[in-house]
C-alpha cells in the first residue's frame, strides 16, 4: 500500500506538467523508457561520472595551498588534521546522500537541491539561512578562483619573462588583462543551459587538475631529493620566523585552507540528482563520496606533504605560482595552464546550481515574461540547434561581470575565501546534514546517537569559528599596505 500512496503523490506532484507520465505502481517498472520516475527525462550517471565531478569541484586550486598550511601545524598536526577533515566530511557527506529523497530511500520525493533537502526535512526560516549561505559561498568561490586563474597566467608570463632575462628583471605585470580575459571565456561557457550538457567539461577538468597536482607533487619530490632530506619541523613554522601571535593566526588560518579545501558539500545533493537508479541513488552516492574523498585525501597529503618537506617553513601560499620552484620553466607553464583550464570548469561546476536557481524564480515570479521564458533555437550545423534565452545571456554575463570587477579590487582573495570556507563549512557541511539526519531518521533528543552527532557538530564550530578569526586578522593585515587598483603584482 505504501508504495500506490508514492506513486499516487507522484503523479499528483507532476499534474501541473504537461507532460503527464503515468507511472507504475511499482516505482522499478517504469513504463516509460525516457523518463524516471519524477517526470524528467532518465538520468545517466555512475559512479565514475559522480566521483569525476566531486574530484573536479574538490581538487581545485585548495590544493596548492596545504603546503602553506602544513607548514603552519607541523608534522604531526599538519596531516592529522587532514585526516580528521577528510573523516568529517565523508561521515556527513553520506549522513546528507541519504536526504536527497524524504520519506523512503528508493521511492521517496526527490529533492533536487540542497534547499529543497532543507526545505523537506527542515522547512521555516532554516530554508532562507541554508539558501543565503550557500549562494554566497558559491558567488565567493566564483571569485576565488578568478582570481586563482589570473595569478596562474601571470606565473606563465612571468617565469618566461625570468627565463629570458636570466632573472635579473623583476617582471611586475598587471593582472587585470587576465582577469578580463578569463571573465570573457566564462561568459561563453556559463551560456551552457543545463548541468547534464557539462559533464565532459568535468572530465577535461579532473584531468587537468591531475595534471597540475602531479606537476606540483613531482618538483616537490624533485626538490626534496636534491636537497638530501626533508625540510620543516614536528611542530611547524617556528618562532622567530614569525611572533607568537601570528602562529596562532595562521595555525588558525590554515585550518580554514584545509576545510575549505575539502567542502564540496554545497553541490552534492546537485551530482546526486544527475546518477541513475536502480540501486537507489544513495548508494550509488555513498561509493562515488568515498572514492572521491580517497582520492582526494591521498592527493592532499602527498602534495601538501611533499611541499613542505621541499620548502620547509618557507612554503608559498601557492606551490606553482609562489615562484619556489624556476626550473624547468616549461613544465611550470604546463601546470599553470592545466590549473586555469581546470578554473574554468570548476567555475561552472559550482555556479550552475546558482544559475539554475535564479532563473527558476524567475520563471515563476513572471510566468509570461518573453525576456524570461522564450527559448530562441539557433540551428548550428551538424550539432543540434542551441538554444539561446535572453534573460539567461543577460543574467549570466552580469554575473560574471560583477565577480570579475570584485577580484580586480580584491586581489588578496586568498584570505577571504579563507573565510568563506570558514563561514561555509560548518553550516552546509556539518550542522544541516546532521539536522536533516537526526529529523529523517526520528533519533530521540538526548539519546546516545544525538548527543554524538551534536558534539561532532559543536566541535566542527568551534574550528569553524577559529579559521574565520584567523582569515579576518590576514585580512586586515593585508589592507593595511593594500592600493587598488595598482599594476604591479
Not at 596545504?66 to 556527513?92: D, E, H, K, R
Not at 632575462?165 to 578580463?180: A, D, L, T
Not at 609562489?322 to 570548476?346: C, R, T
Amino acid at each position: 500500500m505504501q508504495m500506490g500512496e508514492n506513486a499516487a503523490t507522484k503523479n499528483h506532484h507532476h499534474h501541473h506538467q504537461v507532460f503527464d507520465i503515468s507511472i507504475d505502481v511499482l516505482p522499478h517498472q517504469n513504463t516509460s523508457k525516457c523518463f524516471d520516475d519524477d517526470g524528467r527525462l532518465k538520468r545517466t550517471g555512475t559512479v565514475w561520472t559522480a566521483s569525476a565531478h566531486i574530484i573536479t569541484a574538490v581538487i581545485g586550486s585548495g590544493v596548492l595551498s596545504l603546503a602553506w598550511a602544513i607548514a603552519q601545524l607541523g608534522w604531526i598536526a599538519g596531516p592529522a588534521v587532514m585526516f580528521l577533515f577528510s573523516f568529517v566530511i565523508y561521515y556527513t557527506s553520506s549522513l546528507l546522500a541519504d536526504c536527497y529523497r524524504s520519506g523512503d530511500r528508493v521511492s521517496g520525493k526527490r529533492n533536487y537541491t540542497y534547499m529543497d533537502a532543507v526545505r523537506s526535512n527542515l522547512g521555516g526560516v532554516k530554508v532562507k539561512v541554508c539558501g543565503l549561505i550557500q549562494y554566497l559561498n558559491i558567488f565567493g568561490v566564483a571569485i576565488g578562483y578568478t582570481i586563482a586563474a589570473s595569478i596562474s597566467m601571470m606565473a606563465v608570463k612571468r617565469s618566461n619573462c625570468f627565463h629570458e632575462s636570466g632573472r635579473k628583471n623583476p617582471c611586475h605585470i598587471s593582472s587585470y588583462p587576465y582577469m578580463i580575459m578569463f571573465g570573457i571565456a566564462e561568459i561563453a561557457f556559463s551560456q551552457i543551459p543545463d548541468f547534464d550538457q557539462i559533464w565532459w567539461l568535468s572530465i577535461v577538468a579532473a584531468v587537468m587538475s591531475f595534471t597540475y597536482s602531479s606537476i606540483g607533487l613531482a618538483l616537490g619530490v624533485a626538490k626534496v631529493v636534491a636537497a638530501g632530506g626533508f625540510k620543516g619541523s614536528l611542530t611547524g613554522i617556528s618562532i622567530g620566523t614569525v611572533t607568537q601571535t601570528q602562529k596562532i593566526w595562521r595555525s588558525f588560518q590554515a585550518l580554514g585552507d584545509i576545510a575549505f579545501a575539502y567542502s564540496y558539500s554545497i553541490i552534492l545533493i546537485e551530482i546526486q540528482d544527475t546518477l541513475k537508479s536502480p540501486p537507489s541513488e544513495s548508494k550509488t552516492m555513498k561509493k562515488a563520496t568515498l572514492v572521491s574523498i580517497a582520492v582526494t585525501t591521498a592527493f592532499y597529503m602527498l602534495c601538501g606533504c611533499m611541499g613542505y618537506a621541499a620548502f620547509g617553513d618557507l612554503a608559498p601560499g601557492n606551490l606553482l605560482t609562489g615562484f619556489g620552484f624556476y626550473n624547468p620553466y616549461w613544465l611550470l607553464d604546463i601546470a599553470n595552464v592545466a590549473i586555469v583550464v581546470h578554473l574554468v570548469g570548476a567555475y561552472q561546476v559550482y555556479c550552475q546550481p546558482l544559475f539554475a536557481f535564479t532563473e527558476k524564480w524567475a520563471a515563476q515570479k513572471w510566468p509570461h515574461s518573453d525576456f524570461i521564458t522564450k527559448e530562441i533555437k539557433i540551428p548550428i550545423p551538424g550539432c543540434s540547434p542551441f538554444s539561446l534565452n535572453l534573460f539567461r545571456l543577460v543574467w549570466r554575463s552580469a554575473f560574471v561581470v560583477v565577480t570579475t570587477v570584485i577580484s580586480m579590487l580584491l586581489p588578496f582573495f586568498n584570505d577571504v575565501v579563507g573565510i568563506l570556507g570558514a563561514f561555509g563549512f560548518w553550516p552546509l557541511t556539518v550542522y544541516f546534514p546532521v539536522e536533516m539526519y537526526i529529523v529523517q531518521k526520528k533519533i530521540p533528543k538526548w539519546s546516545t546517537r544525538w548527543i554524538c552527532l551534536q558534539m561532532l557538530s559543536v566541535a566542527c564550530l568551534i574550528i569553524s569559528i577559529a579559521a574565520a578569526a584567523g582569515s579576518i586578522a590576514g585580512v586586515v593585515l593585508d589592507l593595511k599596505v593594500y592600493h587598488p587598483f595598482k599594476t604591479s603584482y
